[in-house]
């Protein structure tokens, strides 16, 4: 089990950036896939980003394609997510996830088993 913690969540202008972080409490982390999913109000949890235990498979959900980036610092025991050309959509609470089971980038939220307790992102102008 692991420890995560998110931070860099805020308000946020359409078409602006934010960059989320998520920090694991153990060095293990770095043999963890983890993944970045959303909630926003009245709607159920849904997948945005993940990425492999090994760093080599990443897995974006469709309206996340091509704006946000995840990536890792194993030296930091942290994983991040670019959120670029943000819009209205995009305002939730994310949430961090992670497991150690098999190591894949997974897109369902079952398949994880540790969760931050997310930051919410606001979308205002």
């Known amino acids: 089990q692991v420890h995560l913690v998110e931070s860099g969540g805020g308000v946020v202008q359409p078409g602006g950036s934010l960059r989320l972080s998520c920090e694991a409490s153990?060095?293990?982390?770095?043999?963890?896939?983890a993944g970045w999913f959303r909630q926003a109000p009245g709607k159920g949890r849904e997948f945005v980003a993940s990425i492999s235990g090994s760093g080599g498979g990443i897995n974006y959900a469709a309206s996340a394609k091509g704006r946000f980036t995840i990536w890792r610092e194993n030296a930091k025991n942290t994983r991040y997510l670019q959120m670029n050309s943000v819009n209205p959509e995009d305002a939730a609470v994310y949430y961090c996830?992670?497991?150690?089971?098999?190591?894949?980038?997974?897109?369902?939220?079952?398949?994880?088993?540790?969760w931050g307790r997310g930051p919410q992102v606001t979308v205002s102008s």
């Open positions: 153990r060095r293990a982390f770095n043999n963890y896939a």
């Open positions: 996830a992670a497991h150690a089971r098999t190591g894949r980038a997974g897109s369902g939220a079952h398949e994880y088993d540790d």
